[in-house]
């Protein structure tokens, strides 16, 4: 069966610091792969989502960046947080892009600015 | 413009009170609703999927209905462990994204 992992759960980091997260899938190849944000009492964003290796498409200008170095990883960065970066960021992988297949979420990172 | 309105924003039942929640769409060309359920501090939970009007799906004490406007998600004698926030998504022709409500807050009392 297939599987998706997100790390860390928790991160709490300054103002200005760089950001690396990691998501992975397991159990299937070639996967859409998509991350959220979703703040408080909201439903969720669609920040970046990816239907292969290398190619990336953004939903939203902001201060993020994804790539995608393998085929089932996919991992958000920033180089520099803002206070505004703070929330929920959520993974997830589809068996097909743009057609009717039900997205898979990972169960998500809690990101904290000081 | 698509739209995804789900009601109520919260919901209080007692155990074994039977209720419903609505999801209601605006989309052009329906591909599919999907219904998910998601707990504090953790990542949505796939439910089900419906393609056209008609169509029902069920799932322990779950099920879930769609108009061509709406979608009900059913949950007949609930417990305290379905109390969750029930999230309902679309993807439509004219949109390649899916487009989430803001969910609907569920608190089962024993």
């Known amino acids: 069966s297939q599987t998706i992992h997100q790390w860390p759960a928790t991160l709490v980091q300054p103002v200005g610091s760089p950001l690396s997260l990691e998501c992975t899938v397991e159990?299937?190849?070639?996967?859409?792969l998509y991350w959220y944000r979703q703040a408080a009492g909201r439903g969720l964003q669609l920040l970046f989502y990816s239907v292969g290796i290398g190619q990336i498409s953004s939903e939203v200008p902001q201060n993020l960046s994804a790539s995608r170095p393998q085929d089932r990883q996919f991992i958000l960065s920033s180089k520099k947080l803002l206070l505004s970066d703070s929330g929920f960021y959520l993974c997830?992988?589809?068996?097909?892009?743009?057609?009717?297949?039900?997205?898979?979420f990972g169960d998500g990172t809690r990101l904290s600015i000081l | 413009e698509d739209q995804v309105t789900q009601s109520p924003e919260a919901l209080r039942l007692q155990e074994g009170e039977s209720s419903s929640l609505n999801c209601s769409y605006t989309?052009?060309?329906?591909?599919?609703l999907f219904w998910y359920r998601q707990d504090p501090g953790k990542g949505p939970e796939f439910l089900f999927t419906?393609?056209?009007a008609g169509e029902e799906k069920e799932k322990e004490r779950l099920k879930a209905t769609l108009t061509k406007k709406e979608s009900f998600l059913h949950i007949t004698a609930p417990k305290p462990e379905d109390s969750a926030t029930y999230l309902c998504?679309?993807?439509?022709?004219?949109?390649?994204?899916?487009?989430f409500g803001s969910g609907t807050r569920l608190l089962v009392r024993p």
């Open positions: 989309v052009s060309g329906l591909r599919g």
């Open positions: 998504a679309v993807y439509a022709d004219s949109s390649y994204k899916l487009i």
């Open positions: 997830a992988w589809s068996s097909g892009y743009g057609s009717n297949q039900p997205q898979h």
């Open positions: 159990g299937t190849s070639n996967p859409n």
């Open positions: 419906l393609y056209s």
